[in-house]
């Protein structure tokens, strides 16, 4: 007889803020599409307590989690093992806890990708904008996946796309340039197959911002990616779309990196209409336009 058989898995959030993460949202409905014994929750921890809480949570009984701003790269010394990718991106997103042992994992990147898989080797050109977290995922699948002839990463702070640059290096054999937002136009690299926002320009008190006039690094085909879902339709894809292209919200990425780690915990994909009704019911709650 087994007394864990009908316990309640638990797995949960680990950021801070959280009180508008729908991370439990998209999982708990994933669970209870399967009709698994499991909940998902939110576990706020104030930065300046992170390292007296984590070690506290490692004593309890977790399946897994997901980590979230500020704490993706202060979760890796935590950890028991990680894998190769989230090592190379230098975060982790995704923990199972496996025996006791916290495995770390990163599925920001291949959520990024999954909504464009059918278009990557279109994408001979691409642009960067930003240098920080969520760019050095994408520009790590960018890299890895696509292989373009060129990548152009474009950052306020130069120093800080030329350090990526010099990492990225390492991992493949495109033409990697750096430029500020200011100077890429001065570049002549333009026009761009796909150009990416990883900046938080765009959310928050930065929303009637932009990085770059989308229009003018882009031609007709051009598709426009904005990791931002909230809102769901920036400032940026607004000029995008106004100028007559194609663009993509962070919203599918943000549930295809959820079914990565799903996948990670359990073994199993989305259930087909789980991924239907998050992609669709979910994605119009929270007003998505992209
Ligand atoms: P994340 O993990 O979400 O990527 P981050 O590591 O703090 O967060 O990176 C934020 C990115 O947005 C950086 O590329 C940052 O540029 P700097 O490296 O110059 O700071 C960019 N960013 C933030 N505010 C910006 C602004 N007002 N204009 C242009 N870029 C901005």
Redesign the pocket.
């Known amino acids: 007889m087994n007394s864990t058989e009908n316990k309640m898995e638990r797995y949960a959030i680990l950021g801070f803020p959280l009180e508008h993460s729908v991370s439990p949202k998209i999982h708990n409905r994933a669970f209870n599409d399967y009709g698994m014994n499991a909940h998902y929750g939110r576990k706020a921890i104030h930065p300046d307590e992170f390292d007296q809480v984590i070690p506290r949570l490692k004593k309890e009984d977790w399946r897994g989690f997901n980590v979230t701003?500020p704490f993706k790269e202060r979760i890796l010394p935590f950890l028991d093992w990680i894998e190769e990718t989230a090592k190379a991106i230098g975060a982790v997103n995704t923990i199972k806890v496996e025996n006791g042992r916290w495995l770390g994992f990163n599925t920001d990147w291949s959520g990024f990708l999954r909504p464009i898989q059918e278009e990557l080797p279109e994408f001979r050109r691409c642009l960067v904008l930003?240098?920080?977290?969520?760019?050095r995922a994408v520009t790590f699948a960018l890299v890895k996946e696509v292989k373009p002839e060129v990548l152009m990463i474009a950052?306020?702070?130069k120093k800080?796309a030329d350090a990526l640059a010099n990492e990225l290096r390492k991992f493949g054999t495109c033409e990697i340039k750096t430029a500020t937002p200011d100077s890429l136009e001065k570049t002549g690299v333009q026009p761009f197959d796909l150009i990416v926002n990883?900046?938080?320009?765009g959310m928050g008190d930065?929303k009637d911002?932009l990085?770059v006039e989308p229009a003018h690094f882009a031609h007709a085909n051009t598709l426009i990616y904005d990791l931002v879902y909230k809102p769901p339709l920036t400032l940026f894809l607004q000029h995008a779309q106004h100028a007559g292209l194609r663009t993509i919200n962070g919203f599918p990425m943000l549930i295809y990196q959820a079914e990565e780690a799903f996948k990670i915990w359990t073994g199993k994909p989305y259930l087909p209409e789980t991924l239907k009704a998050l992609l669709q019911e979910l994605g119009l709650e929270q007003g998505s336009g992209g």
């Open positions: 701003i930003g240098a920080g977290g969520a760019a950052n306020r702070t800080r990883t900046t938080s320009v930065l911002q990085v």
